[in-house]
């Protein structure tokens, strides 16, 4: 109708009146709609239409991550390896007065995991590029049935505040699962000194074994206790200290954070030997040098020390 009445001659207010409407109403949808022709800017209907619906379709998305600066800030950040912690808290330093510019940690990681954004693979440049994201409820607690466990509420404060030397954390990394075999990690929780072997099968039998044999190449005063998961691997702990006098220490169920010196190396390890990794290929003689390559490169934690020259200028103290 303004297209016919336009086209009649009539003017903008005369329009407005005709079909009920204001005059600003009118004139801006004419100026916002009209295009150039042969006689200078008109007004067509159909052209018209055709950007309504594009303005509508266009209202309706919103742009992803909050806003356009925010959005390309945590992409970059992202792609340099930052973790949405990392990103998240950053903002909230940088701009703690300014909300459009700051971003909660699980909106970052829902648009990571987002069906619609699954082709852009963002999980790859997470830490640890789970391609699922696990549940946030954890699973349910059973009660473990391994014989003379003892809770690490009973380890003594000293083995807690990391003040004595020898105190260990131990956990089993698995391999390919059809294949059933793993790696038997220890870590000193004062060096942070990594020991593995690895095992054929992740049995109660096979762990005990490299157990024994780890701690009986340490010297005496590096081998005072270990602290271990629930698994069913750990069943014979005991010969630790039937064999070499030492003692052992189990974190609650599924509290893997208890362990989190052993839990962090293992990590380490993981950069060599990914999940699902086929471990039946790898000889004991290139997990040594994988060790070894861990155990003599600086830490931050260690005031850029090696854990093997730690572990060693303990060793050498306590002779």
């Known amino acids: ?71 390309q800030y945590v992409m970059e950040r992202l792609s340099h390896g930052w973790t949405p912690e990392q990103i998240s808290g950053r903002l909230k330093r940088n701009h703690p007065l300014i909300s459009s510019r700051r971003i909660g940690v699980e909106t970052i990681y829902r648009y990571i995991y987002d069906p619609k954004n699954k082709d852009d693979m963002l999980w790859e440049y997470l ?35 990391r003040s004595e030397f020898g105190h260990h954390e131990g956990d089993t990394v698995e391999g390919k699962r059809s294949v059933g075999d793993g790696i038997h990690t220890e870590v000193e929780r004062v060096s942070r000194m990594l020991f593995a072997r690895k095992v054929e099968k992740i049995t109660s039998e096979e762990t005990s074994r490299v157990q024994v044999e780890i701690f009986t190449a340490l010297p005496v005063q590096a081998r005072k206790s270990t602290t271990l998961d629930n698994g069913k691997e750990n069943h014979y702990h005991q010969r630790l200290q039937e064999t070499l006098n030492m003692k052992t220490y189990f974190c609650h169920p599924y509290c893997s954070y208890e362990r989190g010196t052993n839990e962090n190396t293992n990590g380490l390890l993981r950069r060599y030997l990914p999940k699902k990794t086929d471990f039946s290929t790898l000889t004991q003689e290139e997990l040594d040098e994988i060790v070894f390559e861990i155990n003599n490169k600086p830490r931050k934690v260690l005031q850029y020390q090696t854990a093997s020259e730690v572990f060693t200028s303990y060793c050498s103290d306590s002779t």
């Open 1 to 71: 109708m303004i297209a016919r009445y336009l086209a009649e001659g009539k003017k903008l207010r005369e329009i407005a009146r005709m079909l009920c409407r204001s005059p600003s109403t009118i004139s801006e949808e004419v100026k916002r709609n009209q295009v150039w022709g042969e006689k200078g800017f008109v007004y067509e209907a159909i052209q018209a239409q055709e950007e309504c619906e594009v303005r509508k379709k266009k209202a309706g998305e919103r742009i992803p991550l909050k806003n356009t600066w925010v959005y």
């Open 127 to 161: 830490p640890r590029g789970q391609h699922k994201r696990r549940k946030q409820k954890g699973r349910s607690v059973q009660r473990s049935h391994i014989p003379g466990r003892i809770s690490i509420s009973e380890r003594p404060k000293r083995i807690d505040n």
